[in-house]
């Protein structure tokens, strides 16, 4: 079924920022019941000044021109970039056209992995499996000066659920932050097109609610469930990119 959807918050006259969400697929049916699905996740963090439409991609809508927009966000999903599904390839093709004419992107998950990939670089499954729940995430010096990422702790928790990674950066993008297992965990492109593999979308609810699901598939691959949900905490800093993407979109907006 697409989806093509408006949602005004609170519009002013000095804050038109028009900003599209791609959905690119759908939460666990359980999750869906009981949080609502990835873009009403992302539209409780991203401010409420924004004018925000949000366009089912995984059904082949694609909203228009990418100029048509001051900001772009593209969700998690639980496909695979690397099954170059129809509508997962035109979604790519369209993010590239956005990066070329620097309106602001940010991909989250999915949504990093198929910017990565429509730029040239590689996805595919990691090495070493999955990696879900809270875990550090590291910020490079590169960071320091990043519009979007610099002020946040050089070292903050984040939530997260992926088994594909985006495995090569695509030429010229420049790698923000990493950690232990994952070492693309964001890069910028561009001037304004960042890329993250955590969920600052996730509260720590959502996240516990994942691992819960999760557990007996989490088992059979050797991972200790009930450690992974132990360890759940909240990560305030990686949800702040939400407010910081909106700022920044308001801002060139003007």
């Known amino acids: 079924m697409q989806e093509n959807r408006t949602v005004q918050q609170n519009p002013s006259p000095n804050r038109k920022a028009r900003v599209v969400v791609l959905k690119t697929g759908s939460t666990y049916p359980g999750l869906l019941v009981q949080f609502g699905d990835f873009d009403d996740w992302f539209l409780r963090g ?4 924004l004018d925000i439409t949000v366009t089912n991609v995984e059904a082949d809508e694609l909203p228009g021109s990418p100029e048509d927009w001051d900001g772009i966000v593209v969700t998690g999903s639980p496909a695979m970039v690397s099954d170059r599904a129809d509508w997962s390839e035109n979604t790519g093709a369209w993010l590239a056209r956005a990066v070329a004419g620097e309106i602001p992107v940010l991909g989250v998950c999915y949504g990093h992995q198929l910017l990565a990939h429509a730029l040239g670089g590689e996805v595919g499954y990691h090495p070493k499996g999955r990696e879900t729940g809270t875990h550090q995430v590291e910020l490079l010096p590169e960071a320091d000066s990043d519009t ?3 002020g946040l702790p050089a070292i903050f928790p984040a939530q997260l659920t992926h088994r594909q990674s985006v495995l090569r950066l695509p030429a010229g993008a ?3 932050g990493r950690n232990g297992f994952e070492p693309n965990q964001a890069f910028r492109i561009g001037p304004c097109a960042w890329g993250v593999q ?3 979308e996730f509260t720590d609810t959502v996240m516990s609610a994942y691992l819960e699901v999760q557990a007996p598939d989490l088992t059979r691959e050797g991972l200790d469930a009930q450690a992974l949900i132990a360890g759940v905490s909240p990560a305030p800093d990686a949800s702040s990119l939400l407010p910081r993407f ?4 308001i801002k060139r907006a003007r």
Do not use: A
Request: proline fraction near 12%; avoid cysteine.
């Open 148 to 150: 979007l990422f610099r």
């Open 246 to 249: 909106s700022r920044l979109v």
């Open 198 to 200: 955590f969920h600052p």
């Open 174 to 176: 420049v790698l923000l």
């Open 46 to 49: 991203l401010l409420p000044e």
